[in-house]
């Protein structure tokens, strides 16, 4: 087989200028994207409580239960914890302090918000967001 170089040569710096363009492409996407995965990785499923359906009147705090305060159930922090919570999806957050004991932990929700605090964070029609939860100290 014949192969004169001037031929086949400028096939292979094509070829490997493709690949180099490829690697950036591919590495710039990657550094990009890193702090999204991420954040979705650590993301906590919240979700709201108090509109309207039979609650208890009292907290397991022994509060009487306002769906209109700035409070949320956990059962991940003490009573009377200050938590803030951004919602991922548009990083608005909201204080909270914790007087109740919830979500039910076979929904794999982390939080529930009362429906004024949720309000505050995302509209009450999308029900869950994915947000990132902060022990204030």
């Not at 769906?67 to 919570?85: E, H, I």
Request: glycine residues 8%; positive net charge.
């Amino acid at each position: 087989m014949n192969h004169r170089p001037g031929i086949f040569f400028p096939h292979i710096i094509k070829t490997f200028k493709r690949i180099q363009v490829t690697a950036i492409f591919a590495l710039i996407l990657f550094f990009l994207m890193s702090p999204v995965a991420y954040q979705a990785e650590n993301a906590k499923i919240a979700s709201w409580y108090g509109g309207g359906e039979k609650l208890n009147k009292y907290t397991a705090s022994g509060e009487i239960f306002d769906p209109a305060s700035l409070t949320c159930a956990s059962w991940d922090y003490r009573f009377d914890t200050l938590l803030r919570v951004t919602n991922i999806g548009n990083g608005r957050s909201v204080i909270v302090r914790v007087n109740d004991r919830g979500p039910n932990k076979r929904l794999g929700r982390a939080i529930d918000l009362t429906k004024y605090a949720f309000s505050k964070i995302a509209d009450i029609e999308e029900g869950l967001i994915a947000t990132r939860i902060e022990e204030i100290k």
